[in-house]
């Protein structure tokens, strides 16, 4: 079985507009694929059927054999990481990253071992008291993944999440990137406009225009395309 598959999937807005039209794609468990396009061209969109956070217009999403549009939102086995972290700024460290545990009914105690352990390897652990508005770009996507990862997804959804770190942090949280989706061993969807992230990241890329899939290579092959 197949972790993730789209099937012929399009999405209509209610304005008319078509953002994504006959997508196909399989992707297998462990396998970091990424959607490269330029801006307007369906990521996002794609990446939100898959989460369950958009309607489904034609086609289907299916996540290990179950299709997203039966999955409430507490079973829907993906987590999200935003370009903008998307943190709760009125929560401190602990209480952003333990959020989804709780949405899933887990015990205090277990909640706060799994928080404890995953802001201990994100190195996380000596400012969980502080709000985290307060923090550098870096410090905020940390804390998103820890938050995405705790609830130990199948499937994790990247949209854009370098796009707001300057160009240093950018290459020490892609290098981590990399690291913690060999050694986790998850499905890694990510959505970026640029080439170099979709290149250095990915097994394999879909390149994306107008909505639609227009070829899915490896980054090897993309490379020496003549
Ligand atoms: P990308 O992530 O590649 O930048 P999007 O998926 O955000 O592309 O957008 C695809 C198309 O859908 C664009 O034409 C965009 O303007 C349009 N679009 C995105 N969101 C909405 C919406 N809520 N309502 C109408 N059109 C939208
Ligand atoms: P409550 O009874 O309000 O749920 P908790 O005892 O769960 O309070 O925790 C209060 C605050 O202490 C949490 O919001 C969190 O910031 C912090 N906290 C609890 N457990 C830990 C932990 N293992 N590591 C770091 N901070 C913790």
């Known amino acids: 079985m197949h972790d993730l598959e789209l099937i ?18 399989a992707v297998e468990k462990g396998e970091f694929v990424a959607f490269l396009g330029p801006s307007g061209c369906g990521k996002t969109t794609t990446l939100r059927m898959i989460a369950g956070f958009e ?28 370009q903008n972290y998307a943190l709760f700024p009125h929560m401190n460290v602990f209480e952003n990253v333990e959020y989804g545990l709780k949405v899933r009914g887990l015990a205090k105690a277990e909640r706060q071992e799994r928080v404890g352990r ?23 996507q940390r804390i998103a993944l820890a938050r995405g990862l705790v609830v130990e997804p199948d499937i994790l ?13 950018r290459r020490v949280i892609q290098d981590e990137l990399k690291i913690l989706q060999r050694e986790l061993g998850i499905t890694f969807v990510f959505v970026t406009h640029a ?8 097994d394999r890329v879909v390149v994306m225009s107008n909505g639609k899939v227009e070829q ?7 490379y020496t395309r003549p």
């Open 8 to 25: 012929n999937v399009g999405k209509v807005y209610d304005d008319g507009t078509v953002a994504v039209a006959g997508f196909d794609l």
């Open 118 to 140: 995953i802001l201990d390897k994100f190195g996380l652990s000596a400012i969980a008291q502080e709000r985290a508005d307060n923090l550098s770009g870096g410090q905020r």
């Open 157 to 169: 959804l990247l949209d854009e999440p370098l796009g707001a770190l300057d160009a240093n942090l």
């Open 195 to 202: 080439q170099s992230e979709a290149l250095g990241l990915s």
């Open 55 to 82: 309607t489904i217009t034609s086609g289907d999403v299916v996540i290990k054999g179950r299709n997203v549009s039966d999955l409430p939102p507490e079973r829907r086995p993906t987590s999200m990481i935003f």
């Open 216 to 222: 899915i290579s490896t980054p090897r092959e993309l």
